[in-house]
């Protein structure tokens, strides 16, 4: 008879993501299992190319011009930014792409594959559905108060375990407070402290985190855990067979980037931050089929991936952090910030945010 393996939820998909064969270790690409702002579209990738423009102009146009990407997947941002970048800012990207997986075939050698952050970075630092894969604890509130959460690593049943750590408390009274017997709160420190560190890292310029979230007074009572397999939604068991993930208190790490020394700060929707990149999902005018159908075909396509992106009840849903160091927020970020006032923190963001297609 197998000996169960039981743990709390942060160990637990540490191994399942990122241990020896792991999910994200052993090469698995997110678009093999779910759709992505990036699979969806390359209108996504071309609203990040008039972003780095922005950042590029707002840093003096630097020699080089550093542009990270963090959970890059099989780099599909950086490819197109390369092979779209005018030339005089072509040669002086210099590309990261931050990935635990394998390097791909065929990525071209311009693009440095690594498995952290680079310690020092001028330039964009883009995060697409990141910090919603770091491993984090689970509690649940009971008569005698909150509990960890633990799990069979081969099953994915769960009990009750020890009281939280002073650290998970804290946090849980500051951003996830519990109310009855039975709410959950997914402990987001873990990606507090990863976002931190990105600030941290940043000489100057702009850092994005994309990913599914929602704001303290909307916070889902029974959390947002899933697994994700093959396109479709299965029980997130912690075997390393699929992807496991729970949205992201993208307000927390607001504050947490704050403090590690973020200048200008942006919280918002997808929706809104990729219409003041200039896309619209606008169909293109209906005479343009006599005057030239090709294009017009190419104008339907457009709009289609566009109106994708920015619908509201799934990708536009996102949430969209956008910090600075040492420059103010780029123009068309810095438009959405003045409407919504200060900090230009939305109240957008909510459970309604969507789940993985």
């Given at each position: 008879m197998v000996a169960l393996t039981w743990a709390p939820w942060r160990p637990a998909m540490e191994l399942a993501l990122y241990g020896a064969d792991g999910f994200y270790r052993r090469g698995e690409r997110p678009a093999e299992h779910f759709r992505t702002s990036v699979s969806a579209s390359s209108r996504f990738a071309a609203a990040l190319a008039r972003l780095l423009g922005?950042?590029?102009?707002?840093?003096?146009?630097?020699?080089?011009?550093?542009?990270?990407?963090?959970?890059?997947?099989?780099?599909?941002?950086?490819?197109?930014?390369?092979?779209?970048a005018a030339p005089d800012l072509a040669g002086r990207i210099h590309p990261v792409a931050v990935e635990v997986a394998p390097r791909p075939?065929?990525?071209?050698?311009?693009?440095?594959?690594?498995?952290?952050?680079?310690?020092?970075?001028?330039?964009?630092?883009?995060?697409?559905?990141?910090?919603?894969n770091i491993p984090l604890d689970i509690v649940e509130q009971t008569d005698d108060g909150p509990r960890l959460v633990e799990v069979c690593r081969t099953?994915?049943?769960?009990?009750?375990?020890?009281?939280?750590?002073?650290?998970?408390?804290?946090?849980?009274?500051?951003?996830?407070?519990?109310?009855?017997?039975?709410?959950?709160?997914?402990?987001?420190?873990?990606?507090?402290?990863?976002?931190?560190?990105?600030?941290?890292?940043?000489?100057?310029?702009?850092?994005?985190?994309?990913?599914?979230?929602?704001a303290r007074a909307d916070r889902p009572p029974y959390g947002t855990l899933t697994g994700y397999r093959d396109g479709a939604t299965v029980a997130p068991v912690p075997d390393g067979s699929c992807d496991i993930t729970a949205h992201v208190?993208?307000?927390?790490?607001?504050?947490?980037?704050?403090?590690?020394?973020?200048?200008?700060?942006?919280?918002?929707?997808?929706?809104?931050?990729?219409?003041?990149?200039?896309?619209?999902?606008?169909?293109?005018?209906?005479?343009?089929?006599?005057?030239?159908?090709?294009?017009?075909?190419?104008?339907?396509r457009t709009a289609g991936e566009e109106a994708e992106l920015l619908d509201a009840s799934g990708l536009g849903g996102f949430g969209w952090l956008a910090q600075t160091v040492g420059t103010p927020l780029p123009p068309s970020l810095a438009d959405l910030a003045s409407q919504a006032g200060g900090q230009g923190q939305s109240s957008t963001l909510s459970d309604s945010s969507p789940r993985r297609m």
């Open positions: 922005e950042v590029d102009a707002a840093l003096g146009r630097p020699q080089r011009l550093d542009v990270v990407d963090i959970g890059a997947g099989c780099a599909g941002i950086l490819r197109h930014l390369l092979a779209h075939d065929g990525l071209p050698d311009a693009i440095t594959w690594r498995d952290a952050p680079p310690d020092s970075i001028t330039g964009l630092v883009i995060a697409n559905e990141w910090l919603d099953t994915g049943t769960e009990r009750l375990g020890p009281v939280p750590s002073p650290e998970d408390l804290d946090w849980i009274a500051s951003w996830w407070p519990l109310a009855e017997p039975g709410d959950r709160a997914e402990i987001g420190h873990p990606r507090c402290a990863a976002w931190a560190s990105v600030i941290g890292r940043l000489d100057a310029g702009l850092a994005v985190a994309v990913d599914y979230a929602h208190a993208l307000d927390a790490c607001t504050a947490s980037g704050q403090r590690a020394g973020a200048s200008a700060t942006l919280l918002t929707t997808q929706r809104n931050a990729l219409r003041a990149l200039g896309l619209t999902g606008a169909r293109p005018p209906l005479d343009l089929a006599h005057r030239d159908p090709r294009a017009y075909l190419v104008g339907l």
